[in-house]
């Protein structure tokens, strides 16, 4: 039985692609998971499975998805493993400046973080920073810049459209939930 975290890209944001949570975690345990425990509005699951491919998970549960609630939902999936040695391997610098905005960019099986950054280009270090382990990518920004940041400018792009963004805060509770998980397991 192998844990995983499953992040829905684009749900439940300005009153679009409503999702209820209690209703998403049905769907998950009809798919035939166990352990099922979902995490604020934002599309957040934990489950357990038997299977082994990422690929196979994401796919029936995107079919899932879309034949519940009628619109296609891009999915993410991490094992417990890959996201707590990716955030093992945070940056120092990451969630740690009050002054700046941090994230934590989940990227989806189409893309790696190396296409994503080459989509991004040259950052300004003196304001914006970013970096990556496995398939997440850990972006951090001096809040009064902003809007000359690098990643601002992925807005709409085919890079934004593979990624889904949780704030460091969320990341780090979806950390402890997955280590709390792997622990009672």
């Known amino acids: 039985m192998m844990r995983y975290l ?4 684009g749900i439940n944001v300005g009153g679009k692609n409503k999702v209820p949570m209690a209703d998403l975690k049905e769907l998950f345990i009809e798919l035939g998971f166990s352990e099922v425990q979902t995490y604020i509005n934002s599309g957040n699951v934990l489950f357990s499975s038997t299977s082994k ?11 899932a998805i879309e034949k519940r609630f009628g619109f296609p939902v ?8 890959e996201l707590i040695a990716s955030m093992a391997n945070a940056p120092s610098w990451w969630g740690t400046d009050t002054e700046a905005r941090h994230d934590a960019f989940f990227v989806l099986p189409s893309m790696t973080p190396r296409m994503i ?8 270090p ?6 990556y382990s496995g398939q997440v990518m850990f972006w951090s ?16 792009t085919k890079a934004y459209a593979n990624i889904t963004v ?3 805060n969320t990341a780090r509770k979806l950390l402890a939930l997955v280590q ?4 009672e397991g």
Do not use: D, H, W
């Open 74 to 81: 891009p999915v993410c999936i991490i094992s417990a493993p």
């Open 180 to 183: 709390a998980g792997e622990q």
């Open 53 to 63: 491919s990422k690929g196979r998970l994401t796919k029936s549960i995107e079919t």
């Open 117 to 124: 950054l080459e989509q991004i280009g040259e950052i300004n």
């Open 141 to 156: 920004a001096n809040l009064k810049m902003f809007s000359r940041t690098q990643v601002q400018r992925l807005i709409g």
């Open 6 to 9: 499953a992040l829905l890209r």
């Open 166 to 168: 949780r704030n460091a």
């Open 126 to 131: 003196q304001y914006e920073k970013i970096a």
